[in-house]
Nanobody, 121 residues
């Protein structure tokens, strides 16, 4: 069992930056690929970024490539999402997930509760 707790969301102006963190419980953190998803009001949840257990491979949705960076610190059981050049369309609830990388995305087995990111224009 893995428990995930996100933090770092908030309100930011367009063009600004935020860093999300996701702290995981358990001693098997490095065995899981990790990822970030987001869900805007009235929209389906979508994949944003994923990272392999070792951190050696990363994957991004086309909409965030070049602006967002996913990383992990296995010693701290934490995964991060650095978000730069934020746009109003990035507004969503962001979820952290632990699971398996599949076809450059993530099949989530465990999910956090989500953190709100709001980008004002």
């Amino acid at each position: 069992q893995v428990q995930l707790v996100e933090s770092g969301g908030g309100l930011v102006q367009a063009g600004g930056s935020l860093r999300l963190s996701c702290a995981a419980s358990g001693r098997t953190f490095s065995r899981y690929a990790m990822g970030w998803f987001r869900q805007a009001p009235g929209m389906e949840r979508e994949f944003v970024a994923g990272i392999s257990g070792s951190g050696g491979s990363t994957y991004y949705a086309d909409s965030v490539k070049g602006r967002f960076t996913i990383s992990r610190d296995n010693a701290k059981n934490t995964v991060y999402l650095q978000m730069n050049s934020l746009k109003p369309e990035d507004t969503a609830v962001y979820y952290c997930a632990a699971g398996v990388l599949v076809s450059s995305s993530l099949l989530g087995q465990y999910w956090g509760q989500g953190t709100q990111v709001t980008v004002s224009s």
